[in-house]
């Protein structure tokens, strides 16, 4: 029975499924892969089951020139912590899991735009501290999203699965940045520069894919064209998003507020962005329901199957 090697606790019923077919080893940290680690499972496995952290570098690669693995199935979408081209010189396939993170992840979208723009983490805070005087007609007013424009940076699944949202559930006009136009089952206008996107809407959400074409795709100038009440959503990836210049703009009251979910280098978050009160920040809980998060680790182990059975790939990348 070949070997497989995955990298961090899974749910039970993805462990069973990949046992049918692997001779599985799991690692029982939950903390990132470090380079040595990373080496020995190329070197030691036929399969590896990795996923968000585990930096998979080209120089990692370069270091098992003739490796044992030859499969990479990454737990999760997005897979920006692997140098893909550098997998395929050695010969190694990677896969992810498209599609079993899209209602999850956009629906902690929803959840940040309501908790920011009702500031709901600062009232939970106030109440929490003691300091709630009793309701008064002019207390926390927040923005009220019923009838408002969202802005949607990536029109993927994601993407799609936010807008369909807002506009179904809350009445909100769509605007999107994309590449290419998309045909949606719902109004929505594309926009061909993102600068004038943050300048016609009341909240902007970042639903891209990371990696070295978005790095800093938010940054001051967007922050700068947003209107002053408008809030920045972000469930996409941490580097997408120039944190220095959120915080400036955050700090000087140059948007009404922002919610994130990632971080450009997590699990670190900035001090300064933990002490602002206009600031919704979640532990990358993007994915995090267990129905969800084992509908991710079957789909990985569906793709291990279909590579050992010699089938095409599920989600090749």
């Known amino acids: 029975m070949k070997t497989l090697f995955i990298t961090r606790p899974l749910p039970e019923p993805v462990l069973a499924k990949a046992r049918e077919t692997w001779n599985v080893t799991v690692r029982e940290s939950n903390a990132p892969l470090t380079p040595e680690e990373m080496r020995m499972s190329l070197r030691e496995f036929d399969a590896v089951l990795p996923t968000l952290g585990d930096l998979y570098s080209a120089e990692v690669f370069a270091d098992v020139p003739a490796p044992r693995?030859?499969?990479?199935?990454?737990?999760?979408?997005?897979?920006?912590?692997?140098?893909?081209?550098?997998?395929?010189?050695?010969?190694?396939?990677?896969?992810?899991?498209?599609?079993?993170?899209?209602?999850?992840?956009?629906?902690?979208?929803?959840t940040l735009m309501l908790m920011s723009a009702r500031r709901a983490g600062e009232g939970e805070r106030m109440l929490r501290a003691g300091n709630w005087t009793g309701w008064h007609p002019t207390q926390m007013l927040g923005l009220h999203l019923s009838g408002k424009t969202v802005g949607i940076v990536g029109m993927g699944r994601i993407g799609q699965a936010i807008a369909r949202r807002c506009h179904l559930g809350f009445g909100m006009a769509v605007r999107y940045f994309n590449r290419s136009a998309k045909d949606l089952p719902f109004d929505a206008m594309r926009i061909e520069s993102l600068e004038d996107l943050a300048g016609q809407v009341d909240v902007l959400v970042a639903a891209v894919p990371g990696g070295a074409e978005?790095?800093?795709?938010?940054?001051?100038?967007?922050?700068?064209?947003?209107?002053?009440?408008?809030?920045?959503?972000?469930?996409?990836?941490?580097?997408?998003?120039?944190?220095?210049?959120?915080?400036?703009?955050?700090?000087?009251?140059?948007?009404?507020?922002?919610?994130?979910?990632?971080?450009?280098?997590?699990?670190?978050?900035?001090?300064?962005?933990?002490?602002?009160?206009?600031?919704?920040?979640?532990?990358?809980?993007?994915?995090?329901?267990?129905?969800?998060?084992?509908?991710?680790?079957?789909m990985a182990v569906d793709n291990l199957a279909a590579f050992a059975a010699g089938t095409p790939l599920l989600n090749p990348v």
């Open 69 to 110: 693995c030859q499969i990479l199935a990454n737990f999760g979408v997005g897979y920006n912590h692997i140098d893909v081209a550098a997998a395929r010189t050695t010969g190694i396939a990677v896969t992810n899991t498209p599609g079993a993170v899209t209602d999850a992840t956009a629906d902690i979208a929803l």
């Open 214 to 298: 978005t790095r800093h795709l938010i940054a001051s100038h967007i922050f700068a064209a947003m209107q002053p009440h408008a809030h920045f959503i972000n469930i996409s990836r941490g580097d997408v998003v120039d944190e220095a210049a959120l915080i400036t703009a955050l700090e000087a009251g140059a948007i009404g507020g922002a919610g994130l979910d990632v971080y450009e280098q997590e699990p670190h978050v900035p001090d300064a962005l933990k002490a602002l009160e206009n600031a919704v920040l979640l532990p990358h809980l993007g994915t995090a329901a267990l129905e969800v998060r084992t509908g991710m680790g079957l």
